[in-house]
């Protein structure tokens, strides 16, 4: 398998990621991507495939998991495909208003992973249920799925590697 370095990368994806260490140094979302082609690259056609699983509202989760995404995107650039289905307490992550904390770096943080990187969120439709809550409550880059469970296993069946916390 080989590894690539930054040094072997083209220079504006070399600053990208320059900029990427950085933010994430400063503890701020990541930097957008100057290329609007990058982010579209990376799909389910890509020869990396990851789901995770987010189902909690702690702060130090959501944490780790957004740094193991970080760590995936450094490492494979753009030959992942990376998918988060939300769920449960997690879900609030996903509102416009959410009824539990999420920090506005957090806010940022997904926002930015959505848009710069491509990263795909599902909301599972039947939390969002419980909760009387409707897609136009949610982040406009969110999917909403009827059955975040049903998303989590079909991702799977297309070769999706499963994380969860």
Not at 32 to 41: E, F, L
Not at 49 to 60: F, G, M, S
Not at 114 to 123: L, R, T
Request: glycine share 6%; charged share 20%.
């Amino acid at each position: 398998m080989k590894t690539l370095h930054s040094s072997s990368l083209p220079l504006p994806r070399r600053r990208l990621l320059a900029g990427v260490a950085v933010a994430a140094a400063a503890g701020a979302a990541p930097v957008r991507a100057q290329n609007p082609k990058q982010a579209s690259t990376r799909d389910s056609g890509t020869p990396h495939r990851i789901v995770y699983q987010l189902n909690q509202a702690d702060e130090a989760y959501r944490e780790a998991i957004f740094n193991s995404i970080s760590a995936l995107l450094k490492k494979y650039v753009d030959d992942i495909s990376i998918t988060v289905v939300v769920w449960g307490p997690g879900i609030h992550l996903l509102a416009k208003v959410p009824k539990r904390p999420v920090s506005r770096l957090h806010q940022q943080r997904v926002r930015s992973m959505a848009q710069s990187y491509d990263i795909k969120f599902i909301a599972c439709g039947n939390t969002m249920h419980s909760l009387g809550w409707t897609p136009d409550d949610m982040v406009d880059f969110a999917t909403v799925e009827e059955v975040g469970a049903a998303s989590l296993m079909e991702l799977q069946e297309q070769g999706y590697a499963y994380l969860a916390w």
